[in-house]
């Protein structure tokens, strides 16, 4: 970082040339916090209106009707669980699969494709992931369900692992390699023994961010997994999921407990999110990985 | 990491090759690694066809050209036009752009180029958990906080001699393109901060001590060395802000009025591609709505798409010339 101003002990620079470097100093002060200023609202907000809502039984109490003063968001927190869980087992060995097949297998242009491919679902908007599903999932099976949205979800995270463990193969250090050749180790021996122990916390990083994605998105998941009013654990039956539990209560804002609820179901996803994100930046850090 | 590895030490070389022939590893890993990889790939392009498939089926009813080019959307008599979606989507893009770019050119400046570290590391942070929050979260406190603090604003603006140009003109009923707009830019600051950021601070730092030790200012040093430099990267941001803007659903969907309209006022509620699709799919009963939900569904796609390989292209232009940024 630069030293600030040090120029303006100098006299040798012109007064129009000094206040046009303070002006855009200024322009920069006034541009941050601008910038700033919408996450000290959105966290008052959230803290204000969600922390009157929300209780610990509010994570446990099963859903009431729209207008129904009680009412938890029970279902909405395991259909979560549960979407993210199976969408995570979905795509963490993909994801791997698809970084070892590109920085280690390289079978030539197959790989390239494998890579373009996964990158594309990356750029495809969260709501076109959402058709996709039902298209492929939805109308085969011929109804909604928790397993949709579970496919919905990897879907989302598959980009991220493989990108994240693609990077770290890719920064194995040379001598390590080398150690394996010199030892003769079988291909398999290097990756599993020595590449993946090595670059674990890479791994773990992209893992968690896809999650901290994952669990804060409801376009992919409305009409693949469409929502549900009940307790249900069933993978094959219709589920709720907290981003959808709140955004079904917030199209509701005319009945005050409808909005409460979703003030609650905010506070709680914002936290989950958060917390994720934090975890995942702070692992990002020590492996040197960037975080976008 | 390296101590639970048992070397191999064979005592001669057939051993050796016999550890290879015995070992099943590589052949077993080797395939589940490829098996994986081509289901992704498979599931992929099969998710594409089938979803282009379903849309196809549109065009039993209406025209490609009538579809693309239509400016009415009425689902009860199975009109089917997609402009009204088009137009609602590349003008609250453009208007996050308008609001976001400057915005976030000048929290990335502060934060690389003038705060001291202290400041600059907890306040860059600050910005970027924003990109984390979710977008339900996003349109909700659009609707309760952002859309009744802005209708004030624009009446005064409709109201005033402003308001005779169509693009400012009245009514404002409240969601609009420019509630959108606004809560778009909002969504995007942090990434095309975060990449602009990045870019600069790549600057080698010789080029910038040289400015310096020249005599310019910090502005100029800025100006002439840092800003050419991460020009490229500064563009990725942008660019890449753009196609988060274009694909947001939850969040226009609750503060852009749903109005399936072509209006000239920025004040005027509308429509955009992504939120009729999250607005409407669930209801849609009538003959091909589902079908023209999808249509515009590939549009999105082809739309973002378009925008991700332009500035693959342009990036790659940039790079060439500057050895610039690391761009994704």
Known sequence: MAPMFAEHSLHSISRSRRSRNRLVYLLCLVAGAIALLPLVLILFYLLVEGLKAWSPAFLVSPPGGITSKSGGAMNAILGTLEMTGLGLAIATPMGLAVALYVAEYREGRLAVIVRTAVDLVAGIPSIVIGLFVYSLVVITMGHFSGFAGAVALSLIMLPIIARTSEEMFKIVPRRLREGTMALAMPRWRAIVAVYIPTVAAGIVTGIVLAVSRAVGETAPLLFTSLGSNFVVTDLNQPMSALPLYMFQNALNIGFPAARERAWAAALTLVAIVLIFNVLGRWLAGRTQLKVR | ?328
């Open chain 2, 1 to 328: 990491m390296t101590a639970d590895i048992a070397p191999v030490q064979p005592d001669s070389a057939t051993a050796l090759i016999r550890q290879r022939r015995l070992s099943l590893g590589d052949p077993l890993l080797g395939w589940a690694v490829r098996i994986l990889s081509w289901s992704a790939l498979a599931a992929i392009i099969l998710m594409l066809l089938d979803t282009a498939g379903h849309s196809l089926k549109l065009l039993e009813h209406t025209s490609i050209l009538d579809f693309l080019f239509g400016i009415l959307w009425q689902p009860a008599s199975t009109v089917y036009g997609a402009l009204p979606f088009i137009y609602g989507t590349v003008v609250t893009s453009l208007l996050a752009l308008f609001l976001a770019v400057p915005l976030a050119l000048g929290a990335a400046l502060l934060v690389n180029e003038f705060l001291p570290l202290r400041v600059a590391s907890p306040l860059a942070y600050s910005i970027e958990l924003l990109a984390a929050v979710p977008s339900v979260v996003y349109g909700f406190w659009g609707v309760i906080v952002l859309v009744p603090a802005l209708r004030p604003l624009e009446q005064a603006v409709a109201g005033s001699p402003l308001g005779q140009i169509p693009l400012f003109s009245g009514p404002v009923p409240g969601p609009s393109y420019l509630a959108a707009g606004v809560i778009l830019a909002i969504m995007i600051v942090p990434i095309v901060t975060s990449v602009a950021r990045d870019a600069m601070r790549a600057t080698p730092r010789l080029q910038r001590e040289g400015a310096l030790a020249l005599g310019a200012t910090h502005w100029e040093t800025i100006r002439h060395v840092v800003l050419p430099f991460a020009r490229g990267g500064i563009f990725a941001g942008v660019i890449l802000g753009l196609s988060r803007a274009i694909g947001e659903t939850i969040a226009v969907l609750f503060v852009i009025g749903n109005q399936p309209q072509i209006n000239a006022s920025i004040f005027a509620p509308g429509y955009s591609l992504p939120s009729v699709i999250a607005g409407e799919f669930a209801e849609a009963n009538q003959p091909f709505h589902p079908e023209a939900l999808i249509g515009l569904g590939v549009v999105l796609f082809l739309l973002s798409f378009t925008v991700n390989v332009a500035a693959r292209v342009v990036v790659g232009r940039f790079e060439a010339r500057a050895g610039g940024a690391d761009v994704r």
